[in-house]
């Protein structure tokens, strides 16, 4: 059974940073491209960033987030991150991340998500 598993969100103050982790079970995961997405309040899934595999996965970022987030993978360890930084009230969200490389929807397999709310 695939499991994926987020954590790291929280309350963060805009201008700061968080990473987010992500655990990957029930498939080879170093076999499958992997990807973020996040919902905002009253919004639709968005799009954040996918990663390949190998020695050079070269992720892509949405151009909301390009230069602010950064992606990255530990085969060894089956997870998958994402670095949050210089965040905004914008990137208050609930994040996703989602088996295989998509950048456009749908996404169904995703795990429950975890919150970032960002507030001073």
């Known amino acids: 059974e695939v499991q994926l598993v987020e954590s790291g969100g929280g309350v963060v103050e805009p201008g700061r940073s968080l990473r987010l982790s992500c655990a990957a079970s029930g498939f080879d995961f170093s076999r499958y491209g992997m990807t973020w997405v996040r919902q905002g309040p009253g919004q639709g899934l968005e799009w954040v960033s996918s990663i390949g595999i190998g020695d050079n996965p070269y992720p892509l970022y949405a151009p909301s987030v390009k230069g602010r987030f950064t992606t990255a993978r530990d085969d060894a360890k089956n997870m998958f991150y994402l670095q949050l930084n210089a965040v905004t009230t914008e990137d208050t969200a609930t994040y996703y991340c989602?088996?295989?490389?998509?950048?456009?929807?749908?996404?169904?397999?995703r795990g429950q998500g975890t919150q970032v709310t960002v507030s001073s």
């Open positions: 989602s088996r295989d490389f998509r950048m456009a929807g749908p996404w169904p397999i």
